[in-house]
């Protein structure tokens, strides 16, 4: 029997998330990304289309690479002006019961005491349908920001962020109990002290010793989403995640980069099948093959071809404005998001790349496939990803918002319905069950799991 596809929405906290330009089409809302009631409305239609989560994508910095400076990407609301993810999840939690939510936090400028209390607060607040996308970062505008003068080379990133994993897990899996929070009347305490302890945690980049503020949450660590597929990002997957977000214009860019990331996981003592990959993919679909050619080529009057570019940039370190648009895009070494620029330059040796052809792709969903058609040649392609790619499911981004996943809902998700390809009900329990996990926490083959106390772990093998 063939696998349920998974179903992220992809957004971001900001105007002209995916397609830049797209903002200006006369049907398009993400301009109204500051409204609450735009992301309350959004997390409703998403559950009545038993999407498994909306991942919120973020940035900490403007993409001033194109042109060396900030102008473009403001000319054009290229993921700016933008706001802090988070803030939204509660909001869209209180009026829905079972969709989940991956928030993006870049842990190279989050302290990791507060950002493991926020975590857990939007756990408890969310019954337990959290997770996080773990980055690292790739401009050094954001390195600027917080007071560096460039960010951190791309490997040794990772090494920060295996220890900076270290820290959090202590606080979230060894600092209490399960059961600390005794809530007494009678004897007048809340919390048994001895079922408390400090996290202590010292390593090359970080030290720690603090009681975490926060008790138990449902699933004590957050769902453990990551984004980068470079060779140190596979590595660091294979140790950490269980949803894997990857990006690529064809199957020769995804499925060797799946396959290694299931491999390392076995490595790391992991069943590589809990790994959930999801893929970006935007979906242009309507009654008709041909009503969905008609609507696509409507929103590419809308494209920002220097939009594009400014994002393309940013992603890759490159200064796409010092080529001709007709020019060869040609690898170089950068410490920004190495697997951007090797989609376009190593991942397919049978496609060459001009500037041209980058701004065309990336101005409808990024890097990922666009699917266009009816809902059943959608479901076609989609089905033929899965078995091209080894993916689980997709990262939906919207060409123009929310109407594209309105579409989804309305048309894709019912003929996926009828093949028995996407699920007709929500799984109970936490973000973690609905994934497939065992239970609402990280298994004991997690490196999580060896931060958890004595006693913890003898009242689990109970």
Known sequence: M?????????????????SPGLWRHPRD???????????????????????????????????????????AALR???????????????????????????????????PAFPFARRMSTLDHLTDGRVGWNVVTGYLDSAARAAGLTKQRAHDDRYAVADEYMDVVY??????????????????????????????????????LDAVHLVEPSPQRTPVIYQAGTSPAGRAFAARHAECVFVSGPSYAALKPRVAD??????????????????????????????????KL?????????????????????????????DDEVRHVETDAGRTALENITRADPSRVWTVRQVAEHVGIGGIGPVFVGSPATVADQMEAWIAGTDVDGFNLAAAVAPETFEDLVEHVVP???????????????????????????????????SFRSPRSLAQAAE
Do not use: C
């Open 297 to 325: 080529a409507d929103f590419r009057r809308y494209v920002s071809p220097e939009g594009a570019l400014t994002l393309m940039s940013g992603w890759t370190g490159v200064d796409l404005s010092t080529y001709g648009l």
């Open 29 to 71: 809302r993400s301009g109204e990304y500051h409204r609450l009631s735009y992301w309350t409305e959004l997390a409703k239609t998403l559950e009545a289309g038993l999407f498994d989560g909306l991942f919120l994508a973020d940035v900490l910095g403007v993409y001033d690479v194109y042109g060396g400076s900030p102008d």
């Open 415 to 449: 003929e996926l319905q009828r093949r028995g390809r996407y699920k007709r009900a929500y799984t109970p329990g936490t973000l973690r069950e609905k994934l497939g996990g065992a239970g609402p926490k990280l298994p004991s083959s997690h490196p999580a799991a």
């Open 261 to 294: 990331i299931r491999r390392l996981a076995v490595e790391a003592g992991r069943d590589p099948s809990a790994i959930k990959v999801f893929a970006l993919a935007t979906v242009v679909t309507g009654p008709t093959d041909a009503a969905a050619e008609a």
């Open 2 to 18: 063939s696998k349920e596809i998974l179903f992220n929405a992809f957004a971001m906290n900001a105007v002209g998330h995916q």
């Open 170 to 207: 202590s606080l979230w899996e060894g600092s209490w109990d399960d059961d600390a929070a005794v809530r007494d009347v009678a004897r007048g305490v809340f919390t048994d002290p001895e079922r408390v302890r400090p996290a202590v945690y010292h390593g090359r980049h970080f030290s």
């Open 76 to 110: 054009h609301g290229t993921q700016v002006p933008g706001g802090d993810p988070s803030l939204i999840v509660s909001a869209m939690a209180a009026v829905t019961r079972d969709l989940g939510f991956g928030v993006t936090s870049n842990l190279t400028y989050e």
